[in-house]
């Protein structure tokens, strides 16, 4: 999700009253996102827009506006905000990322498919597309078509941590444990405080069957970072398998507080009766 935070810049000369008054709603628009008011922020777009409903840098307001309603929650509404600035800008890649991220967010994963095969048609080589649509393709068991997107990432960029983040994910669904192993683990020594490799690490540990291991690396995410919904299930699951039952329904608990699948987490919770 992007905010076009040079937008100012892109306003046209329209002249007079009106288009001061249009220039001034969208710098109020930033003004209440520095203040984290995203309502008002929300409505200064749109009486920017209502003002001047014509006015050809709209797209990018609308841009904006929904990835404002897209962190208020306001999924659906987000997409018809997406969709209409794309209505004006179909080959903006900017926007077509941002909408093919929230159908995923939202489950609809062929229209996230759709999206991301059009901004690769446009331009083949945007690595996080690449990325993004291979592990579409790994959730349909589709890895050939995944690898060849993450061997296109490793040509565009030789050294592109989401291309060999990508093997790892690979490899470890493939079964091949102990190679997955050895790239995540050459990741974490070049970049020993990105902290989802270590959750990541900790994911395949446990799959591994080593769970001291993998409680070393959630403890260190938990220390160094904030910790996601799906961290607090992999502790969990970790718990169990060391008859730590009260402990991970804690943690499954909190989980569900997070947003986490309610079904997955009473199937969970089950186990720990």
Request: charged share 25%.
């Amino acid at each position: 999700m992007r905010f076009l935070l040079t937008l100012a810049a892109l306003l046209l000369a329209w002249g007079g009253a009106q288009a001061q008054t249009y220039e001034k709603y969208v710098e109020k628009s930033f003004d209440f996102i520095d203040k984290n008011d995203l309502v008002a922020a929300e409505e200064s777009l749109k009486a920017a827009m209502r003002l001047e409903p014509g006015n050809p840098n709209n797209y990018a307001l609308l841009m904006n506006l929904g990835t404002l309603q897209r962190r208020q929650g306001k999924r659906e509404e987000a997409i018809l905000s997406y969709t209409a600035a794309l209505s004006q800008q179909p080959a903006n890649e900017t926007i077509l990322e941002n909408r093919a991220s929230l159908y995923v967010e939202m489950g609809q994963m062929e229209k996230g498919m759709t999206d991301y095969n059009t901004l690769l048609a446009l331009n083949p080589h945007h690595q996080d597309a690449l990325y993004c649509r291979a592990m579409l393709f790994l959730q349909e068991k589709n890895y050939v078509a995944a690898e060849a997107d993450f061997d296109k990432i490793i040509e565009v960029n030789e050294r592109s941590i989401k291309g060999r983040l990508g093997y790892a994910i690979l490899e470890k669904i493939r079964g091949n444990y102990l190679e997955s192993e050895r790239i995540f683990n050459y990741l974490i020594s070049e970049m020993p405080r990105e902290w989802s490799l270590y959750e990541a690490r900790a994911d395949l540990y446990f799959m591994m069957g080593k769970n001291a291991r993998a409680m070393t690396d959630i403890s260190r995410v938990f220390a160094e970072s904030t910790p996601t919904a799906d961290l607090y299930v992999l502790r969990g699951k970790v718990k169990l398998a060391q008859y730590e039952k009260t402990s991970a329904a804690a943690d499954f608990q909190k989980a569900l507080e997070m947003g986490y699948d309610p079904e997955v987490i009473n199937e969970l919770l089950k186990m720990t009766k």
